[in-house]
């Protein structure tokens, strides 16, 4: 059974820090590239940031530039979301996401989120 559970959301003031991680199981986490996604009140699911399967490269959206680190330890089936310098505009549901692709398909899984609210 494929499971992706992020943990570490929660509410912290302007400026703060936390560290959202997202457990793995019943896939082969590390050939696949893993990416955080989030989604505010009213608004579409926006990717945040992305790294590939052996963690070489890493890819972020401009908004968190600077700010956020997402990193990963295949040991672990575990990918990490480091976000510091919060500000409101960050408060979101934060989803994590799997995905592996080649010709014979695409596997797509996602988590079923946790909430990061930042207070002003």
């Known amino acids: 059974q494929v499971q992706l559970v992020e943990s570490g959301g929660g509410l912290v003031q302007f400026g703060g820090s936390l560290r959202l991680s997202c457990a793995a199981s019943g896939f082969t986490f590390s050939i696949y590239a893993m990416s955080w996604y989030r989604q505010a009140p009213g608004k579409e699911r926006e990717l945040v940031a992305a790294?590939?399967?052996?963690?070489?490269?890493?890819n972020y959206a401009d908004s968190v530039k600077g700010r956020f680190t997402i990193s990963r330890d295949n040991a672990k089936n575990t990918v990490y979301l480091q976000m510091n310098s919060l500000k409101p505009e960050d408060t979101a549901v934060y989803y994590c996401n799997a995905l592996y692709g080649h010709t014979g398909g695409i596997w797509d899984y996602w988590g079923q989120g946790t909430q990061v609210t930042v207070s002003s």
């Open positions: 790294i590939t399967s052996a963690g070489g490269t890493t």
